[in-house]
């Protein structure tokens, strides 16, 4: 495909060419097994990069109808502005779906037949977003493991351990835990091939700081790998993959919503996401998608799926993982056999704690909302799912902190191996080039995470055919969404639709009177029966 898509001499082939090769490698890197190639050879061995086509699914981006992008682009602007209806639906097929800050503009995506190839979206990228800058990355993780750590030696320093203090400690547990969250993005840049083109660097650096958070790092770079290459699959998607109505898990949710009422169920939404969804994750695949069933990053050959998240020599790399964070484990163990508990749960654990916090808040928004499509097998593709990343509004404290992860997310998606220092250019070239691809939510932070998990239960099936897509519900019976249907079908066909504004009662008992017994009325195209109340009927 990459070769295919150079034949042409515009100004932004080479571009595109090199964007496109450099994928083609990626995904040669990922997808082999090694009953196919051993993933050192596959390229140019560059087995750090992100775009994880595994299990050898099809990926039909390229294939489908990138030049029809244009056509693609109107079509979205028609809906929005209501000119027309998607799938020849009625206008108001969406009104029953809550408005985020992206104003539905998600639902108006057209069929993946549509959309621009990736190939065309990366040429629209300028060539320099795609250099690496070794010193600069490692600059930036310095920066953020030095006020890592400067902030644990301070605390250490000047907050007496003592439990009356437990209101400092917890504010520096949030502080620092902040803090070291941009530590984090380091290595998962360094798992995405975007720190440094010298493979030793960036893999040392990712492996040392995702070790001390306790994240295995090979692991990781491959289930993370699947989830940039499915992303908003609705069955083998990987991190935060909904709940489907009708299912078992999507009905317990929506039934569990129903029972505690709304405030409740968001409170255990957000314990159960933030706390716990980080270790819940590791240890078991929690909101990976159903093909891959139950998955563990510690035990490759834990998989109750169909699909393998760790294939071939992978699951050697998952066992090189364990021994970095097994060793920090022991360092902590050793830390607190000599001084005690309360240096390592003030100091270590509380931060960590807000660390996975935010990593879960970050994958949680980027991908959810009440008005995001999710989408199955047949309707998804590579590029649709990228451009159904959201970019927030985190503020330049965050954003410094933390590397611009979650306003410059649209962009890592598209392309992961962008480094973050040259996200901003790459978006603004999205912004530019796909207008009504690329979806920017201004709602503030905590308005947008409690609406995603008071609103975000399960998805349900909305359309069909091209126009198919899921959806979130947060009810068991839409009652408004057949009223829309029944209000459509009003609007469409004006001369069938039957409405008695007789009250109910007399209707009642009309029918209970009159509605007798039914009886043959006319012959060939005219026949039909209708009730009659009377074993003599005269007239007829």
Sequence with gaps: RARRSTSTSAPTDDRTTRASRELERNFLTFACDDDDVDDDEAGDGDARAMHADDDGADDDDDDGGGGDAAAGVNAVRLVATGAIALDGGAAGMFDDIEASGLNRKALAFPHKEDFPSRSAVLGSIPEDCFKKDTAKSLAYAAISTAMTVGCGLLAAAFIPLQAAWWPAWLAYAAVNGTIATGCWVIAHECGHNAFSDNRFIQDAVGYALHSVLLVPYFSWQRSHAVHHSRTNHLTEGETHVPYVKGEIKGDLNLKAKETLGEGPFAILQLVTHLVFGWPAYLLTGATGGSARGVTNHFLPNINTGALELFPGSWKKKVYYSDIGVFAFVGVLAAWVMNCGWAPFLALYLGPYTFVNVWLVLYTWLQHTDVDVQHLAADEWSYIKGAFLTIDRPYGPVFDFLHHRIGSTHVAHHVECAIPHYKAVKATEALKTTYPDYYLYDPTPIWPA????????????????????????????EPALRRLLEHEALKTTYPD?????????WPALLRVATKCVAVAKRGEGKGAMWVFVDKNEPATA
């Design 449 to 476: 995470l409690l609406r995603v998990a008071t609103k975000c239960v399960a998805v349900a099936k909305r359309g069909e055919g091209k126009g198919a897509m899921w959806v979130f519900v947060d009810k068991n």
């Design 496 to 504: 069938y639709y039957l409405y008695d504004p007789t009250p109910i």
